[in-house]
């Protein structure tokens, strides 16, 4: 058990919770989320925990989407203990379990689509890589295109996804296509043209019915590449195309732009002035910071969690007062 581990289970039963949350009452949490699934599934949150979830920030916090935390902060008024959810990538269990949740229970929500996803042009290659995986019946070692290593796909399937999502994430995205079908082809599994019905998105008038509800939408890019991979010409083209997209079919003029994957070295200083000349004003990183709002190029976010523990900890400032080295 770690040190924090053990604060949080001596302290919680005697108030540990509140005390936190009046401690980090100035620093505001922007959660994020991805899936929600009205059953346990691996990467997915239940709709009933989420329920559980959106009903203590009701509770204990004061809700706001993404672009009303931004204009707080420009004019000075951020209120204490705000906290902010989003949704990345789109998909179309966002619109069946989640925007209802949010609805009923009052909760504000930015949701960041990747727009070619939207579109109906293509499907994510995360999930491109998981289905060949999980449907194929090949059995005994793979080498594909590019990796040094060879997997054994049926003996631990959940560890040859994330081999390959963690060599994709390096690599170009010619380079990354060239792999995902030799995947199916290496996997003998047909690659189906759009996305299965578990790995579907939105479409266009599911989104634009949410945001005359009240949805802030902002950009994940075209087609959720990493961008630190990409020439400048296909950089700005994501950029630009998705930001084009968002205007014609929304009526909306995207603001907040959120990277692909989010990490650090997913982007650098190039990436933010390609963000900048096609029209953003801010953009949303994948990890927590103690000053999430100090970079507007790179605003701090935690991941959301079924871990109840971790959850609470995130969101009642546990994580922010124990973390002391966290940037």
Same mark, same amino acid.
């Given at each position: ?93 966002? +619109?069946?379990? +989640? ?34 995986? /999980? ?20 003996? /631990? ?7 390959? +999502? ?66 400048? /010409? ?48 801010? +953009? ?10 100090? /970079? ?32």
């Amino acid at each position: 058990m770690t040190v924090n581990q053990l604060i949080y289970k001596v302290s919680r039963p005697i108030g540990g919770l509140r005390l936190a949350r009046f401690l980090a009452r100035k620093h505001p949490r922007i959660l994020m989320y991805h899936r929600i699934s009205p059953h346990d599934e691996p990467g997915k949150i239940h709709v009933d925990q989420f329920r559980d979830q959106m009903r203590m920030i009701k509770r204990d916090f004061h809700p706001m989407n993404l672009t009303q935390l931004i204009e707080a902060h420009h004019s000075g008024t951020v209120p204490d203990h705000a906290v902010v959810v989003t949704f990345d990538d789109g998909y179309a269990d966002f +619109a069946e379990y +989640a925007f209802p949740v949010l609805k009923e229970e009052g909760i504000p929500v930015t949701l960041f689509i990747t727009t070619g996803f939207v579109n109906h042009d293509l499907w994510l290659w995360p999930d491109q890589v998981r289905y060949a995986i /999980d449907k194929t019946a090949r059995k005994g070692p793979v080498t594909l295109t590019g990796m040094d290593t060879s997997l054994d796909i049926s003996s /631990d399937r959940n560890q040859a996804w994330n081999a390959i +999502a963690d060599h994709c994430l390096t690599i170009p995205n010619d380079q990354k296509e060239t792999l995902i079908a030799n995947l199916f082809e290496q996997l003998d599994v047909a690659r189906p043209a759009g996305p299965p019905p578990e790995y579907e998105g939105l479409n266009w008038l599911q989104v634009k019915s949410m945001v005359e509800e009240g949805l802030d939408i902002g950009s994940h890019s075209y087609s959720h590449p990493i961008l630190t991979k990409l020439r400048q /010409d296909a950089l700005t083209t994501e950029l630009e195309l998705s930001r084009q997209l968002i205007r014609e079919k929304l009526g909306v003029d995207a603001q907040v732009f959120c990277y692909p994957n989010g990490q650090p070295i997913d982007f650098n200083s190039e990436v933010k002035s390609a963000i900048q000349a096609a029209g953003y004003q801010v +953009a949303v990183a994948a990890f927590p910071s103690r000053h999430p709002l100090a /970079d507007p190029w790179a605003i701090n976010r935690y991941p959301a969690n079924k871990l109840w523990d971790l959850f609470e900890k995130n969101l009642y400032g546990m994580t922010y007062l124990n973390n002391r080295n966290m940037a």
